[in-house]
């Protein structure tokens, strides 16, 4: 994944004006060399090299059409409405969900400023990096099972994540993660609400982001941009993702304001993000941009301006009015768009990590995504009974076996259905296991927070769900 060069070419000696600051990315590549896509063996103290591909393939879905089960679904909420399986991805939601913890170098980089500037547009990064991800990934997730859980140890980047799901409808789940060194504590839940809309099919991940950088005694709060797939009918499925996250801290009253651009009519925008970081007195700070499936810089407000302005002078020179190519059957998607045009003077925040080269065969997966559902030696024994790794749907598909993972899915689901029946017969009320729901001490709104315990490794009141 990143090489090391790749965090040393940023401009970190920023003019010394008022509104500039400096900042040495240089040492992000400590947290993040140990992702290299050509990773060493394992080391001599016995630590485990994860696997760089899948056991099998994706699937081609190209003698499948889904146009028969959403021609009635238009406008409707899609979580309750059964699409086939090959449409799918071999991972539930709650693994996707912890891919928000691929670049959580930057976070351990936040808890080393000093300036809480500096610290805000390094959590900018963070939050822009933790939805990189979705970048061409179409397949759709298994739904979670009600008390499904999945946990995330990595010992080398320094932390550990629990989620589960805590409610089935609607659906809703919830994540902690916490630093091994009491550094940190990221924590959030997610309730993906999906609507189709004749040609793409929207997603609104409703739910608040939580970082706490302990040391610092700060708080980060904000929420993910709406993402959407076109031409979920006919042509080439393509993503994009757009609308304002806004990050607060908490403690200094310093904001940052994001917008991930939709690409427009002839797709100039596409992927880009803009935005900027104002202090308490509402100063603008730093000018953030970049692409969320590329990178992000940061320049001081006054060169940003007078860049862009610059640019425009140009643009009016050389630009004639386009014509419009009329009705098209497809949301077409806009050709591959020049890298990020870099400001003299920027500072490079965040860079994405390749992709490996088989990355299209293997339903478009980082390599960090690649190691989700791989069970490693000894772990088995540890795992709590719900943990989405011994799901026998997931793990029948990501082994290429599609009937034996659509007949297993249907069996946990039926199951699932009759414990519910179950309950509601007896007036039994489903209980979380390791989340409950109370007030985030930020916000103040109501949210989904972990009670602790889980890493204890007592499981005996785990559901049986698989």
Not at 162 to 191: C, D, M, T
Not at 306 to 312: F, H, I, L, R, S
Not at 345 to 357: E, V
Not at 390 to 401: C, I, Q, T, W, Y
Request: aromatic fraction near 10%.
């Amino acid at each position: 994944m990143n090489s090391e060069e790749e965090f040393y070419d940023a401009e970190t000696g920023l003019e010394s004006d008022e509104d500039s600051c400096e900042v040495n990315f240089e040492d992000a590549q400590v947290y993040d060399s140990k992702h290299s896509s050509n990773a060493s063996t394992p080391q001599a103290n016995g630590v485990w090299e994860r696997r760089k591909t899948l056991p099998a393939p994706m699937i081609s879905r190209c003698d499948y059409s889904v146009w028969g089960i959403l021609k009635k679904c238009i406008g409707m909420e899609l979580s309750k409405i059964t699409m086939p399986i090959v449409f799918n991805e071999p991972l539930s939601f709650l693994q996707r969900m912890s891919e928000y913890m691929e670049h959580t170098h930057l976070i351990h980089k936040a808890c080393t400023l000093s300036d809480s500037i500096d610290r805000m547009q390094v959590v900018a990064a963070f939050a822009v990096s933790s939805v990189a991800s979705q970048w061409d990934r179409t397949g759709k997730p298994f739904n979670p099972l009600l008390g499904e859980t999945y946990e995330l140890t990595r010992e080398d980047e320094g932390y550990r994540l629990i989620s589960e799901q805590v409610s089935h409808h609607p659906p809703i789940s919830a994540f902690h993660a916490q630093s091994l060194k009491q550094e940190f504590e990221f924590h959030g839940s997610i309730y993906p609400k999906l609507k189709f809309w004749g040609k793409s099919v929207e997603a609104e991940p409703k739910g608040t982001m939580t970082l706490e950088l302990l040391k610092r005694k700060e708080a980060f709060t904000w929420t993910n941009p709406l993402c959407c797939v076109h031409n979920i009918i006919m042509g080439k499925l393509w993503i994009e993702q757009y609308g304002t996250v806004e990050i607060v801290n908490h403690n200094t009253g310093d904001r940052c304001v994001l917008n991930f651009k939709p690409c427009g009519m002839f797709g100039k925008e596409l992927h880009k993000v803009e935005g900027y970081i104002q202090d308490k007195s509402k100063k603008k700070r730093r000018v953030l941009y970049g692409k969320w499936t590329e990178c992000m810089y940061s320049v001081a407000p006054k060169v940003y301006e007078a860049n862009k302005k610059k640019a425009e002078k140009g643009d009016a020179k050389k630009n004639k009015p386009e014509q419009s190519a009329g009705k098209q059957e497809t949301e077409d998607m806009p050709g591959v768009q020049e890298t990020v045009s870099v400001i003299t003077g920027s500072a490079l925040l965040w860079r994405i990590t390749p992709r490996p080269a088989h990355s299209e065969e293997m339903y478009n997966f980082t390599s960090f995504t690649m190691t989700l559902n791989e069970l490693e030696p000894g772990m088995e024994r540890l795992l709590a009974p719900t943990d989405c790794r011994l799901r026998p749907d997931v793990r029948a598909m990501e082994n290429g076996d599609l009937d034996t993972a659509s007949v297993e899915k249907d069996r946990l689901e039926e199951k699932q259905r009759a414990t519910r029946k179950e309950c509601s017969k007896d007036e039994e009320e489903w209980s979380t296991r390791w989340f409950r729901l109370g007030t985030n001490p930020h916000t103040g709104a109501q949210d989904w927070l972990y009670t602790g315990g889980y890493f204890d490794r007592n499981y005996t009141d785990c559901p049986n769900l698989y």
